[in-house]
């Protein structure tokens, strides 16, 4: 697993930073399980925190799987499943995990990326196009990523002709109910490069809804996530210099508000192996749990989980910037 370095992730101290501030931030219940199921994905944005590509095949073997299903039907107050990737349409059992997810009784968000739906497997060609119906049969909250409502923008961001395929992705997803029947909730992502305050947020919303109106295109809200110095993102910052002046803005933006709101204190994030982590961005960077807790799905341990303490590093000012990351 690729792991950020050292001199990276520690010279912006979050945590002395916050007890510089009188700040504190503990996890206040497990509401979410995170689970990362693959690094392939049929895209390779620079954007990615998890440098995830066509050419990285990492799944998350049936026994994790399985294991995620025994805490997720044993703890009541774990309400919700968060599935991502890479592109989690791509893991062989991915409609197997989500249909097993719905018998428990539990929400499903997939984190999908439009594109998968068209492209299809990379490696192997094999058709998603069933995935539209197959989300609306389930249920499934989606969160869509779409970098800019801009084609040019959009393309530059993830490669020529995504603006169009997503375009014609949000239009199959509108014809099975999403963003009009109640049940059926669509968010759109969008990554910036910095934080947004909360009326920035709002504003870029609107626009959204009306830029992407004029296409026919409907959606409920748009989450805006701050790029997270990590990966992909984190090597283009250092290698043009930029690095430092993007970690000193993400400072200085940082609100208490965003930082109450962290998503770390509602979840645990489980990687490919059944590792346990804070959040997506901590697996990414290779940062496990601290040592106080259960460090796999195996040894899941509700109330030890809760009462752990965070494993902070410097890209954690990205979700405490401006209105925070989603």
Not at 11 to 23: C, V
Request: hydrophobic share 35%; net charge negative; aromatic share 8%.
């Amino acid at each position: 697993m690729p792991k950020q370095s050292d001199t990276m992730t520690e010279k912006y101290n979050f945590g002395t930073w916050m007890t510089a501030h009188d700040l504190s931030l503990h996890p206040v219940g497990i509401e979410t399980l995170w689970l990362n199921i693959t690094r392939l994905c049929n895209q390779a944005c620079h954007h990615c925190h998890l440098s995830a590509s066509p050419e990285m095949p990492l799944h998350m073997s049936k026994a994790v799987m399985d294991a995620c299903l025994s805490v997720i039907a044993s703890n009541a107050a774990i309400r919700s499943v968060d599935i991502t990737g890479g592109a989690p349409e791509l893991h062989p059992g991915f409609e197997a995990l989500v249909g097993a997810i719905r018998h428990l009784d539990k929400k499903v968000t997939v984190r999908h990326n439009l594109t998968v739906t068209l492209d299809g497997h990379p490696l192997t060609g094999e058709s998603r196009t069933y995935l539209p119906e197959f989300f609306a049969a389930n249920r499934v909250e989606l969160l869509a990523s779409m970098p800019a409502w801009e084609k040019d923008a959009a393309d530059q961001i993830r490669g020529r002709g995504v603006f169009e395929k997503s375009l014609k992705s949000l239009r199959q997803l509108n014809a099975v109910g999403y963003g009009s029947r109640p049940e059926l909730i669509l968010k759109l992502v969008t990554n910036h490069d910095g934080p947004l305050s909360a009326t920035k947020r709002v504003l870029l919303e609107s626009r959204f809804h009306e830029v992407l109106g004029e296409y026919g295109i409907k959606f409920n809200d748009l989450l805006t996530v701050t790029n997270i110095p990590a990966g992909r993102y984190a090597t283009d910052l250092q290698r043009t210099g930029g690095y430092d002046e993007y970690m000193n803005g993400l400072i200085q933006a940082s609100d208490e508000t965003a930082i109450k709101a962290a998503t770390c204190r509602t979840l645990v994030s489980v990687g490919p192996d059944g590792r346990l982590y804070d959040c997506d961005f901590n697996l990414a960077l290779d940062r496990g749990l601290n040592p106080d807790t259960s460090q796999t799905i195996f040894e899941f341990d509700y109330d030890r989980l809760i009462n752990r303490t965070i494993n902070f590093a410097g890209h954690c000012f990205a979700c405490s910037a401006g209105a925070g990351s989603g």
